[in-house]
């Protein structure tokens, strides 16, 4: 079975600054995907960045990175140069053999002007 | 219209109403998902159509029945609901070996 933790119930952080979200995982699939998601206060999921768990490189979208650590089994997303728009919550997820997804308890972001 | 859009956005029923939620995916996708989100816990999965087909349920009570007749739309039924069923109900769809999945913006669910 799969698990996701997120650790960090709310987070804040200043505009323009650069903020780490933490994501850990089990899973007992060889092959995985890790994904993150923002929700804002109006509810839609957003998808935001994917990272295979054979991928060499850590995965980058604009001002997302994922730090993906294979072997601590960790996949935290950054995001850089925060803006106020970023404030919503953040799912981390993974993806079982059939695709659904599971997801961990999201991080509550607020960037502060 | 784009994307994954759902119908209601919002709903009150009582707990002897039946209604409907409705998704249509505009993507082309062929896996359609539902999920629910209550306060303050982790989206949890209830049902999974992959080519119309539903391949996986999730342990969901019998009060929640859905119904995919093609790949572009889902529908969740609903009858004799409780009010812990009250929750935001989330579809999103995908593309058969694609891992992304898109979400539409949800039902806003209240059971009186």
């Known amino acids: 079975a799969q698990k996701i933790t997120q650790t960090q119930p709310g987070m804040f952080v200043q505009e323009k600054e650069a903020v780490t979200l933490d994501c850990t995982y089990d899973?007992?699939?060889?092959?995985?995907?890790l994904f993150w998601y923002k929700q804002p206060s109006s509810g839609e999921m957003i998808f935001l960045i994917y990272?295979?768990?054979?991928?060499?490189q850590n995965a980058t979208e604009g001002r997302y990175s994922l730090n993906f650590q294979k072997a601590r089994k960790s996949a935290n997303l950054v995001i850089s140069a925060s803006q106020l728009g970023d404030s919503a919550m953040y799912f981390c997820?993974?993806?079982?053999?059939?695709?659904?997804?599971?997801f961990g308890s999201g991080t509550r972001l607020q960037v502060q002007p | 219209e784009t994307g994954v859009t759902q119908t209601p956005r919002h709903l009150v029923m009582g707990m002897t109403n039946k209604k409907s939620l409705k998704c249509e995916q505009h993507?082309?996708?062929?896996?359609m998902y539902w999920y629910k989100q209550s306060a303050k816990k982790p989206l949890e999965l209830m049902f999974v159509?992959?080519?119309?087909?539903?391949?996986e349920n999730n342990s969901v009570p019998s009060r929640f029945s859905p119904e995919c007749p093609n790949s572009s739309h889902l529908f969740l039924h609903l009858h004799t609901l409780q009010p812990e069923d009250s929750a935001l109900y989330l579809c999103?769809?995908?593309?058969?070996?694609?891992?992304?999945?898109?979400f539409g913006p949800g039902t806003r669910l209240t059971v009186l």
């Open positions: 990272q295979g768990s054979y991928d060499q």
């Open positions: 993507l082309g996708h062929n896996a």
């Open positions: 999103a769809s995908s593309k058969q070996g694609i891992n992304e999945q898109f």
């Open positions: 997820a993974t993806h079982t053999g059939r695709r659904a997804l599971t």
């Open positions: 159509y992959s080519l119309e087909e539903r391949v």
């Open positions: 899973t007992s699939d060889p092959s995985y995907g």
